[in-house]
């Protein structure tokens, strides 16, 4: 038996999937997703020159909101970021919006979401200004709640210090706690956060008026023992979906069950079951808008600044840049464990040849001679 996962979900509604209310462009990334390693989309047969293993092969739909193709964009982002480390404290810091915003981040999502960047972004400039340093920051977007509510926030890595005007890095001491005042942040962002939605022409007084009565919540957590912990660290968060599909449970004719976390009962694993539609409705809701970009770096460690100045930053830290050494398992044979699978042949969606069908053993005629 097939463990569940969205593609199940998608599969399983079929054509009602039309009857929810789905905008052409939603559904044409939850078709992809279906298709992901199917015949849908071709494919290839490998073979293993070392114990001539033969295997077919799918392929991907490489979307970024596919629960199956994220690990190896995980990996390659991670590889580049180790390259950029400096040898300072970093903390991770959370910027949540409030759920009034919600109705709002369902008409108009790249107007919200740019502002969260915006906003948080000009919150820590602003406080790193009184300390006259240059501060840096990348900031990853995540629009989803356990239960797939929209919860739109973005998580933060931010370097314990910053660039002065000479060019040479400060420390900040922190004593555990984070570079500045969490509730003092808290009270800019939101004004940031406000200031940023009236220069895009939005007018509504009573929205805003609301947005100030209530509290907003940004989140630091204590400072990493190792800068090469950030990176692992941070690999959680990067290319993260919606939902991951070890968390559905159960995919029946009628619902479908997944765990969450309840927070309100301290992080307790819970099950909620959902009808087909209402899931799918719910899972495309974290479709992002067309190239919208959900990973940005800012300041010290934007790409502009990195590119000039980063280098002598390290070597003023006495970082050593080690040669970047790829890691992947995309061509190891699943049996041997080797490197050495090669392509033998490519498919269209009529699927592979026949004398190739049901075969996953070795082959002797493939091995190494």
């Given at each position: ?201 939005i007018k509504d007084k009573e929205l805003f008026d609301c947005l100030f009565t209530k509290p907003w919540v940004v989140y630091a957590k204590r400072p990493f023992g190792h ?143």
């Amino acid at each position: 038996m097939c463990e569940a996962e969205v593609a199940t979900v998608l599969q399983g509604i079929g054509s009602g999937i039309e009857q929810i209310g789905l905008s052409s462009y939603q559904l044409q990334h939850l078709r992809a997703i279906k298709e992901c390693r199917t015949s849908a989309l071709g494919g290839h047969v490998d073979a293993c020159t070392s114990c001539g293993t033969v295997r077919i092969s799918y392929n991907s739909c490489r979307n970024r909101h596919c629960p199956k193709c994220q690990g190896h964009k995980r990996e390659l982002w991670i590889q580049k970021r180790e390259q950029e480390l400096l040898a300072v404290p970093y903390f991770h810091v959370v910027f949540t919006l409030p759920s009034e915003l919600n109705t709002l981040a369902m008409h108009q999502p790249k107007l919200v979401y740019d502002a969260l960047f915006s906003g948080a972004w000009q919150t820590l400039q602003a406080f790193g200004a009184t300390r006259q340093l240059q501060m840096g920051m990348i900031a990853i977007l995540h629009t989803w709640g356990q239960q797939l509510s929209l919860h739109p926030h973005l998580h933060c890595i931010v370097p314990g210090g910053g660039v002065m005007k000479n060019g040479r890095f400060k420390a900040m001491r922190c004593d555990g706690k984070f570079l500045f005042s969490v509730k003092a942040m808290s009270k800019m962002f939101r004004a940031k956060y406000v200031s940023e939605l009236r220069s895009q022409g939005i007018k509504d007084k009573e929205l805003f008026d609301c947005l100030f009565t209530k509290p907003w919540v940004v989140y630091a957590k204590r400072p990493f023992g190792h800068p090469q912990s950030v990176i692992e660290y941070l690999g959680r968060y990067t290319h993260k979906v919606a939902i991951s599909n070890s968390r559905i449970k159960q995919v029946s004719e009628r619902e479908v069950v997944f765990s969450y976390k309840d927070y309100k009962t301290g992080g307790k694993v819970k099950e909620m079951a959902l009808s087909h539609g209402e899931f799918v409705r719910r899972f495309a809701r974290h479709i992002l808008p067309h190239r919208f970009v959900r990973i940005r770096h800012f300041g010290i460690l934007s790409s502009t600044w990195k590119r000039n100045k980063l280098a002598a930053l390290q070597a003023q830290l006495h970082i050593k840049r080690q040669a970047v050494e790829v890691r992947t398992k995309l061509h190891c044979c699943p049996y041997c464990k080797t490197p050495t699978m090669v392509t033998l042949l490519t498919f269209g969606e009529r699927g592979p040849p026949k004398q190739y069908l049901g075969i996953s053993q070795p082959i002797v005629s493939c091995a190494k001679s």
